[in-house]
Every structure is written in C-alpha cells, then in structure tokens.
Nanobody, 114 residues
C-alpha cells in the first residue's frame, strides 16, 4: 500500500521560509514525476511544482522564483523549499505523483501571516 506523508508546515510571517518534506512508500516514487499541490480554504486543489525522476522542474507562475522543488531518490522523498512567503500561500500542501496515481496523504498546513 502506497503512503504519502507530508511534514514541515507551520505558521510563519510574510517574507519567511519553510521547507516541506514528503516521504513516499511503495512504488509511487520510482521513475514517476512527483509534485506538490496545495488547497486553500474554499478553493480547488492546484499544482504548485513538479519534478521528474531526473530532476527537471516546473513551477506555477505564482511561486516561480520563490519555491524550489527537489527530490532524493535514494530516500523516496520530495522537498519543497518555500522562500519569500506571502499570505496567499496559505493552504494545505500535499504531495503526489503527476498524474495522480494514489490516494492523498493528510497534507501539511502552511499559514502565512501578514
């Protein structure tokens, strides 16, 4: 059974930084594109960034230049370094493959105060 466990969220002031981690078990991580998504209250879940097995990355325009996605294939872990955080980044952050191949984890809450 595949599991996704996100961690690293918290409360931070605008302009601050957080680093999220996602540990993936099972076969979901191997050779797949992995991604971070987020869902703000009252909004649909959206794609934030993705990274291929070989490290090619892509970002939503809203986070480009501020967020960095990376992965450690030996540890089955994907990271999201978030800098210059804004209140509009407040959301629950999830990781998963792209396209979605397994059920969602519990996510990690990121709250950015102004």
């Amino acid at each position: 059974q595949v599991q996704l466990v996100e961690s690293g969220g918290g409360l931070v002031q605008a302009g601050g930084s957080l680093r999220l981690s996602c540990a993936a078990s099972g076969s979901i991580f191997s050779r797949n594109v992995m991604a971070w998504y987020r869902q703000a209250p009252g909004k649909q879940r959206e794609l934030v960034a993705h990274i291929t097995w070989t490290g090619t990355t892509n970002y939503a325009d809203s986070v480009k230049g501020r967020f960095t996605i990376s992965r450690d294939n030996a540890k089955n872990t994907v990271y999201l370094q978030m800098n210059s955080l804004k209140p509009e980044d407040t959301a629950v952050y999830y990781c998963n493959s792209q396209p979605i191949l397994t059920s969602w984890g519990q996510g990690t809450q990121v709250t950015v105060s102004s």
